[in-house]
C-alpha cells in the first residue's frame, strides 16, 4: 500500500487560445497539506475544477486511491464521480443556491432526490456537530441570498465537510474570513489530517502557507514551475517562484493633506438586519489623505460601501463629495461627482459577467465623446482604449472582446481598477480591495492606491486586513456596530483589541 | 347593489372557481418549468394538444381518466421537446418556446380534422360530471362552490398542495429550486443540471396539458378551434403574480376567474347600454394592474432563461 492518495498525470486545458493548464502533474499523500500557488489566473482553479470534474481536460489522467489505497483511475468530467471517490472541493466562486438555506444547500445531493419525506433532523446535527468542531458558524435556516460574504464562505466549506472528503481541495477558502476564522480553520484542518485526510488548499496569502502546508507547489502560466518542503521555503524565494522576480516593496511618501473630498454628516441608515444598518456616522476623507476604516465584517462595512456608492437610501445625514452636497444620492449621481468605486463583492456589483472586457471597463463613461459619438457607442474606440488599460494594467485572459465572467478573480479585480483609476475620481472607495490578489497584484493595488492620494485623491479604503489599512491609511477609524470611532493609534495589537470592542 | 347581489351570489363563486381551473394547472406548470429556469412559452399551444388528445382518445373509446392521461402524455413530449431545445442544445427559451406553440396548435388541428374530415358541428363526449358528495353537497355556501364541482377540479387543488409539498419538502423540489437559481450548486454537488431542468419541464407541460383537458372534457363536451384562447398566456402573467409559489398562484387563478365570471354577469345585466366586449377585456386589464403591483417584489429565479453548459463560467 503506497502512501499516494492522489495523481494528476499530465494534465492539459486550453481555453480558446488560452493555455489554463499545459501538462501539469501533481501527487498528493495521505495526510499531508499541499499549498498550491501561483499569480492570478496562473491557473490553480482551472486545475482544480478538472480534478473535481467541472471541466473535461483536453488531456492526461487523475488517479485516486480507493478504499484499500489502490490508485484507481478517476472517470474525467463527473463531479459525481469526484464525489463519491471522496473529493470535495470548496469552490472560489461559491456554487451556492441563493434562493435556499444554508441547510439545503449543504445537503443537497447527499441526500436521496425521489424521497417521498424528507427528514433534516440527523442532517441538521450533523452539521451542528461540525460547526462545533470546525468553529464555521452559519445561520442554518436564513436563505444564503441574504447572508455575508464571510457566511457564505462558511456555508460553502461546510458543504465540502458534510460530505466526508477524504481528499479536501480548498479554493481559496480564507480570501474572505477574518484572521482569527482563518487561523481555526487551518488548526481544524491540520487535525483533521491527522485522520488521514489530505488537503491542497489555494492561497494568496503566504504566512497561511507557511503555517500550515507540508508542501508547496507553484503554478506560473500554467505549467508547474517547483515544488518545496515548505520546511525549507521562505516568503522571497517562493515569490520568486512565482513570478520569476521578487515584488517591488510600495512606498508612501508624506504629503500634506488638502480640502475634504467626502463629507458624511451624521449618517443613519436603517439595513435589513443590524449589521448593515449605520448609526449616526461621520467621516471626512481629504484630498491627498487614505483614510482606513478597519473593522471585523459585518459591522456595517457593506452599509457605508453602499451609502458612498449611492446604493442606499439614507434615513438621516447628508453626504458631500468635493464640498457639493449630493441631495439624491444614486450611483449615477456620486459616479458624476467623481467617486470611483472598487465595490467588494466584484462578480456581482463590480463587472456585468456577459458583456465583454472592453465594455465593462467603459461602462462608467458612456458619456464620453472618445466613447460614443452622438450616441452610438465606437466599438473600434472602445476595444482600442480598452487594449491600452490591458496593457498597463496587466489584466490577463482570453483578450478584451471576451466576456468579463470568463477572467480569473484577480483579473477582474484589475479591470474594475483600470476602469476606476482611468476616470482619475475625486474620490475612490475601495472595498477589499485586494481579496483573492496574488502578492504581487495586491501590491500594485496599493501603488495605484498612493499614486492617486499623490494625485489628489481622497481614498476611503475598507479592509479586514489589518495589514493592509497599517500600511496604506494615513487615518485609520474603527467600525463597529454600525459605529465609527477613530483611532490615534497606529499599533497592531490595540487597533485588533478595538475591533474586537474591547476599549483600548 | 348589482355587483354586490353577484359577489354574494353562490353561482358567482361556483363559476370563478371553475374557470380558474385550467389556469390553476396552467399556473401551477409555468411555476415549475420556471423555477428550473426555463420560460415555457409553449403553453398555449400545450393548452390546445391537451384539449385535442384528452377529448379525441375518449371520443375513440377511451375512459375519461384514460383520456386525462393521454393528455398529460401529450404535453410532457411537447414539453420535452422544448427542454431539449433550450436545455442541453441552449437556444433561445423565448424562440423555441413561440414555435412550439405554432407547432402544437396547428398539429392538433390537423390531427383534429385528420380524424374527423367531414363533420361540421363538432361531435359531443360524456364529460366529467360534477362530483356527488351526499351531505356536504346541501351545505348552504360551500355546497355548490365547493362540492358540487368536477374530478378535475379536485384534482387542480390537489396539485396545488402536491406542487408545494414537492417544492417545499422534498429533496428533488430543493434541487429545482436551486437549479433554476444557480445551476453550479447543483453541479457541485453531483446532481445533473440538464436531468432536473428537463425533468421539470417535462412534467410542468403535463400540468399545463391537463389545464386544456379540462376545458374539452369537464367544462365543455367538444374540442372547437380557437377554445384556449389566451389562456396559456394568462398562466405566465399569473405565474409573476404568484412570485413562483403555489399558494400563490391558486390565489392569482381564482383572482382572474372571479373577473371572468363577474364580467358574464355585468355583461347579461348591463349589456345593453355598453358593448360586451368591454366586459371582455376586463379581466385582462385587472390582471395587469395587478401584476404591476405584485411584479415589483416578485423574486424571479435568478438563472431564469440562462442557460448553462458544462464547463463554462
Ligand atoms: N471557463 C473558462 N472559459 C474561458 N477561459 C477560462 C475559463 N476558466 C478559466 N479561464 C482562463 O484560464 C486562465 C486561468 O484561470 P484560473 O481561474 O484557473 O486562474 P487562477 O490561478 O485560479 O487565478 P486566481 O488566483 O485569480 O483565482 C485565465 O486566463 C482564465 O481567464
Ligand atoms: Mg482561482
Request: hydrophobic fraction near 50%.
Amino acid at each position: 500500500m503506497s502512501n499516494i492518495v492522489l495523481s494528476l498525470n499530465g494534465l492539459s486545458k486550453k481555453f480558446g487560445s488560452v493555455v489554463a493548464n499545459a501538462d501539469v502533474s501533481l501527487t498528493l499523500e495521505r495526510g499531508e497539506v499541499l499549498a498550491l500557488l501561483g499569480e492570478n489566473g496562473a491557473g490553480k482553479t482551472t486545475l482544480m475544477n478538472m480534478l473535481f470534474g467541472h471541466y473535461l481536460p483536453d488531456s492526461g489522467t487523475i488517479d485516486v486511491a480507493d478504499a484499500n489505497g489502490q490508485l484507481c483511475p478517476l472517470q474525467l468530467g463527473h463531479p459525481l464521480a469526484a464525489l463519491s471517490a471522496g473529493i470535495g472541493m470548496v469552490h472560489q466562486h461559491f456554487t451556492l443556491a441563493e434562493n435556499i438555506n444554508a441547510l439545503d444547500n449543504i445537503t443537497l445531493g447527499a441526500e436521496p432526490l425521489l424521497a417521498v419525506r424528507r427528514s433534516t433532523r440527523l442532517a441538521r446535527s450533523k452539521i451542528d456537530r461540525i460547526i462545533e468542531k470546525s468553529g464555521l458558524k452559519a445561520p442554518l435556516s436564513t436563505p444564503v441570498g441574504r447572508l455575508s460574504v464571510g457566511e457564505r464562505q462558511r456555508v460553502e466549506i461546510l458543504k465540502a465537510l458534510y460530505r466526508d472528503a477524504n481528499i479536501l481541495v480548498l479554493d481559496e477558502p480564507t480570501a474572505v474570513l477574518t484572521p482569527q476564522e482563518a487561523d481555526t480553520l487551518f488548526e481544524n484542518i491540520k487535525a483533521m489530517t491527522k485522520d488521514g485526510i489530505s488537503v491542497i488548499f489555494i492561497s494568496h496569502k503566504l504566512h497561511e502557507v507557511l503555517a500550515f502546508s507540508d508542501r508547496i507547489a507553484v503554478l506560473r502560466h500554467g505549467v508547474k514551475v517547483g515544488e518545496m518542503a515548505t520546511s525549507q521555503a521562505d516568503e522571497k524565494a517562493i515569490a520568486r517562484m512565482m513570478v520569476g522576480a521578487e515584488s517591488p516593496k510600495v512606498e508612501r511618501t508624506k504629503i500634506a493633506t488638502g480640502d475634504p473630498v467626502l463629507q458624511l454628516k451624521n449618517i443613519s441608515v436603517a439595513g435589513r438586519s443590524k449589521r448593515d444598518s449605520l448609526e449616526f456616522v461621520s467621516l471626512e476623507v481629504h484630498a491627498h489623505e487614505i483614510l482606513g476604516i478597519a473593522g471585523i465584517s459585518g459591522n456595517g462595512q457593506g452599509a457605508l460601501a453602499q451609502v458612498v456608492s449611492g446604493l442606499m437610501t439614507l434615513s438621516e445625514g447628508t453626504i458631500q463629495v468635493g464640498g457639493k452636497e449630493i441631495t439624491k444620492p444614486a450611483p449615477q449621481a456620486m459616479i458624476s461627482a467623481g467617486v470611483g468605486r472598487i465595490p467588494e463583492d466584484r462578480h456581482r456589483e463590480g463587472i456585468i459577467g456577459a458583456m465583454t472586457v472592453a465594455e465593462n471597463m467603459v461602462i462608467e463613461r458612456l458619456e464620453d465623446s472618445d466613447i460614443q459619438s452622438r450616441g452610438l457607442l465606437r466599438p473600434d474606440a472602445i476595444e482600442a482604449y480598452a487594449r491600452i488599460l490591458e496593457h498597463s494594467y496587466d489584466v490577463r485572459g482570453p483578450g478584451v472582446t471576451a466576456a468579463a465572467r470568463l477572467l480569473s478573480g484577480g483579473n477582474i479585480q484589475k479591470l474594475i481598477l483600470a476602469r476606476v483609476f482611468e476616470r482619475a475620481p475625486k474620490v475612490i472607495l475601495a472595498s477589499q480591495p485586494t481579496r483573492g490578489l496574488d502578492m504581487g497584484a495586491a501590491a500594485e493595488v496599493g501603488r495605484r492606491l498612493l499614486e492617486a492620494r499623490e494625485r489628489g485623491a481622497g481614498v476611503l479604503l475598507i479592509s479586514e486586513d489589518l495589514d493592509e489599512i497599517l500600511g496604506l491609511a494615513d487615518r485609520i477609524m474603527i467600525i463597529r456596530d454600525g459605529q465609527l470611532v477613530e483611532t490615534k493609534s497606529h499599533d497592531r495589537e490595540a487597533i485588533g483589541l478595538m475591533m474586537a470592542g474591547e476599549a483600548a | 347593489m348589482d355587483i354586490l347581489n353577484i359577489l354574494l351570489s353562490e353561482s358567482f363563486w361556483a363559476a370563478s372557481l371553475r374557470i380558474a381551473t385550467p389556469l390553476i394547472f396552467g399556473v401551477l406548470g409555468a411555476l415549475l418549468c420556471e423555477r428550473a429556469g426555463v420560460l415555457n412559452l409553449g403553453i398555449e399551444g400545450i393548452f390546445v394538444v391537451g384539449a385535442m388528445c384528452g377529448w379525441l382518445a375518449v371520443w375513440l373509446g377511451a375512459g375519461l381518466w384514460g383520456g386525462v392521461l393521454v393528455a398529460a402524455l401529450a404535453g410532457a413530449f411537447f414539453g420535452l421537446l422544448h427542454a431539449i431545445l433550450t436545455v442541453p442544445l441552449g437556444l433561445s427559451q423565448h424562440v423555441s418556446g413561440l414555435g412550439i406553440t405554432l407547432f402544437a396548435t396547428s398539429v392538433s388541428y390537423f390531427s383534429y380534422r385528420t380524424a374527423l374530415p367531414n363533420v361540421s358541428s363538432p361531435p359531443r363526449i360524456e364529460p366529467f360530471q360534477p362530483l356527488d358528495f351526499p351531505v356536504l353537497a346541501d351545505l348552504p355556501f360551500f355546497g355548490t362552490v365547493l362540492f358540487q364541482q368536477t374530478a378535475l377540479t379536485w384534482l387542480a387543488l390537489f396539485m396545488v398542495v402536491a406542487v408545494w409539498y414537492v417544492m417545499n419538502r422534498t429533496a428533488l423540489g430543493i434541487a429545482i429550486q436551486a437549479v433554476g437559481d444557480n445551476p453550479d450548486s447543483v453541479e457541485a454537488q453531483g446532481l445533473s443540471v440538464f436531468a432536473l431542468r428537463i425533468g421539470a419541464v417535462t412534467a410542468g407541460s403535463s400540468l399545463m396539458a391537463l389545464g386544456g383537458a379540462f376545458l374539452t372534457m369537464s367544462a365543455f363536451d367538444a374540442f372547437f378551434f380557437g377554445m384556449v384562447n389566451g389562456r396559456g398566456w394568462v398562466c405566465i402573467a399569473l405565474v409573476i403574480f404568484a412570485s413562483w409559489r403555489p399558494g400563490k398562484a391558486l390565489l392569482g387563478a381564482l383572482l382572474f376567474g372571479a373577473f371572468d365570471a363577474l364580467q358574464v354577469r355585468l355583461q347579461t345585466q348591463m349589456g345593453a347600454a355598453v358593448p360586451g366586449q368591454v366586459f371582455l377585456m376586463a379581466p385582462y386589464i385587472l390582471s395587469i394592474v395587478a401584476l404591476v403591483i405584485a411584479a415589483r417584489s416578485a423574486d424571479y429565479p435568478r438563472a431564469l432563461l440562462t442557460p448553462w453548459f458544462k464547463g463554462q463560467r
